[in-house]
């Protein structure tokens, strides 16, 4: 069983910085792509930023600057650093990753972390 836990979400005023980690556990051969998706009240997931394994990261056009993505393969981990926050960064951030896991490839998510930003 492989499962994906979240952590490092909470209040922050706008202008502020957070980081968000998200660490996968059981029987994993290998991860592919990981990253981090939103979703604020009434509205639907979106993409935040993506990882492949290699490194080379992709980001929403609304947070490029501010988020940085990164990754450590060893510990099958994956890190949100959240920077100049603004209020419409509010929402569930849902970590993703593509596993390898019991002969297996699947897409598995997290339980998600709250983000919430304050004026």
């Known amino acids: 069983q492989v499962q994906l836990v979240e952590s490092g979400g909470g209040l922050v005023q706008a202008g502020g910085s957070l980081r968000l980690s998200c660490a996968a556990s059981?029987?994993?051969?290998?991860?592919?792509?990981m990253g981090w998706y939103r979703q604020a009240p009434g509205k639907q997931r979106e993409l935040v930023a993506t990882i492949k394994r290699g490194g080379s990261t992709n980001y929403a056009d609304s947070v490029k600057g501010r988020f940085t993505i990164s990754r450590d393969n060893a510990k099958n981990t994956v890190y949100l650093q959240m920077n100049s926050l603004k209020l419409e960064d509010t929402a569930v951030y849902y970590c993703?990753?593509?596993?390898?896991?019991?002969?297996?490839?699947?897409?598995?998510w997290g339980q998600g972390t709250q983000v919430t930003v304050s004026s």
């Open positions: 059981g029987r994993i051969l290998s991860i592919y792509d």
């Open positions: 993703n990753g593509d596993v390898v896991s019991g002969g297996r490839r699947n897409d598995y």
